[in-house]
Each structure stands twice: as structure tokens, then as C-alpha cells.
């Protein structure tokens, strides 16, 4: 068994930053404060993956400390991170059984990176948020750039680095599509196409990834499916 058109959204790891005072009070005022101030005002208006979209693609994300990996312990030294995901990433994965065992887990391949948008979409933010920690309100906050680090500016270098450190934030999706059309896997209902009695009614369904966090989406998909199948049991109880 086999679900396509796995969908997910890839954080690039982290640009992290040195900044020029360990002062719990300056990092409030100078990090948290003025740099979610810059990101909200700047990423909204210009942090697109390609030109010509309509709306913004990317979320990006302020943690006023620094780690080497996820689940590891904070650098010795006072610095920030910012990290960015996209919104709608092109490439797609696959999920699917490894055997006949059932508990045996399956091989999730999400694909991250594999098309010319995506990979453009994560040059481009790398760039993008070079930019916004050059703008005057970060003014002497930065004492040195981390990560990447100033030697990663070409493309390939970028890239490079996107891959090395990119990891997950959880949205897997899309992998039964629901569609009024004969390829999609479940039908308006979240019924099952050609399977009598079965609906799915999770984060597979979506036909694609939704602009934000999955997790609200997805409580709405198991209000609607317990209405749906409410609607039936009365429908099959008036007959
Ligand atoms: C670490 C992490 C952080 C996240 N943070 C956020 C966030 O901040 N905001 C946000 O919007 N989203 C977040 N998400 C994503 C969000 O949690 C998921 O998108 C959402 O929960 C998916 O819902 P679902 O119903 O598709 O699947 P799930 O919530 O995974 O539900 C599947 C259910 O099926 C059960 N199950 C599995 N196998 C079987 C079986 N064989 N028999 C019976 N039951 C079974 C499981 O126990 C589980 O209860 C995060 C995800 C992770 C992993």
C-alpha cells in the first residue's frame, strides 16, 4: 500500500546569530521585541518563493536562544535563531508499508527540496532574512553571524547548508486526497472511492497543505466527518 502526494512543510534549520550583550533585559528589548516587529512587517510584505504569488509563503520564526540540534543543550554563548518554513512547498513524498507486518512502521519519504521552487524558495529566505537582521532597528544587537556564517552566500553554498540543516515542523499531509475527481482518494463526503463503509477524516485528506499549522484544520476535518456520519445515521433511521 502506497499514499502519494505527500505533503509537508520544511524548516530550514536555523540562521543563528551572536548578539553583543548576555543581558536578559536586552535580549527582551532588542531580540524578541524589535525582531518579531521587523519579521512580522517585512515577511508579510516581500518573503514570497517566487514572484507573482498573491499571498506570502513563508512563516518565519524567532527563538530568543540557540541550540546545536534539536533536543541538545543551549550554545555558551548569547545568540538568537531565526528560522523560516514554507508555507507550500511544491516537492511531494510518499508513505508506504514496508511489508505485510503490521507493526512494523512505514517508510515515510517526504522529499523535501526536490523541485526548483522549493529550492529557490529556501536561497531566497536565507537571503531574505540576512536582509531584515541588516535593518537599522538590529543595529548593534548582532555581534556575529553563526550560522550559516559569512563564508555560505552563493547559491550552491546555500543549498548546501538548506540540506545539511532543513528538518520537519510535523504538517505531513495530503496522502489521500479528497477530490471530485476519479484520481482523488476520498470523495466530498471523505468517503473511501470503491470501499463501502470507510471514510478517513485526517490530515490526509487535504488536497493540499494549508497556509498555517495543520492542527486547527485538522479538528475541523473530525467535526465535519462526525457530522457527516451523524447526517447519514438519521438519514438511515427516517427510511
Ligand atoms: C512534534 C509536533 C509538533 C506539532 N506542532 C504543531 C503546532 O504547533 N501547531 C499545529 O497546528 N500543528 C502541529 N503539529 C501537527 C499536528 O499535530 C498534526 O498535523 C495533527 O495532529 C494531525 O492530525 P491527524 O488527525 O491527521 O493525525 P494524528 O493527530 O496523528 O492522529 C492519529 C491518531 O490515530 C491513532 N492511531 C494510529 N494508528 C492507529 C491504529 N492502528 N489504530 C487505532 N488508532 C491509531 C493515533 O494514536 C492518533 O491518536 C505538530 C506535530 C508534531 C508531531
Known sequence: MRGERLADTPRWGAQQAKISSSEPIFLTEHVVIRLNAQFTRLVQRSLRSRDGLPYVDAQAFMMPFSVPGIGQQPHDFSAFTVSVTQSWPSSRGVVELRDGAP?????????????????????????????????????????????????????????????????????????????????????????????????????????RITSGNINATCLMIGEKAADLILADYDSAMDN
Open 103 to 207: 507493526a512494523n512502521s512505514p517508510a515515510i519519504r517526504p522529499n523535501h527540496l526536490t523541485t526548483e521552487d522549493d529550492k529557490r524558495f529556501f536561497i531566497d529566505a536565507v537571503r531574505t532574512v540576512r536582509a531584515v537582521l541588516r535593518t537599522a532597528p538590529m543595529d548593534g544587537v548582532i555581534a556575529a553571524e553563526y550560522q550559516p556564517g559569512p563564508g555560505v552566500v552563493k547559491d550552491d553554498e546555500i543549498l548546501d547548508y538548506v540540506r545539511q540543516k532543513a528538518n520537519t515542523i510535523y504538517h505531513p499531509c495530503g496522502t489521500c486526497r479528497m477530490g471530485g475527481d476519479a484520481e482523488s482518494v476520498v470523495d466530498a463526503s471523505l468517503r473511501v472511492r470503491g470501499v463501502t463503509g470507510l471514510r478517513v477524516a485526517d490530515a490526509s485528506i487535504m488536497p
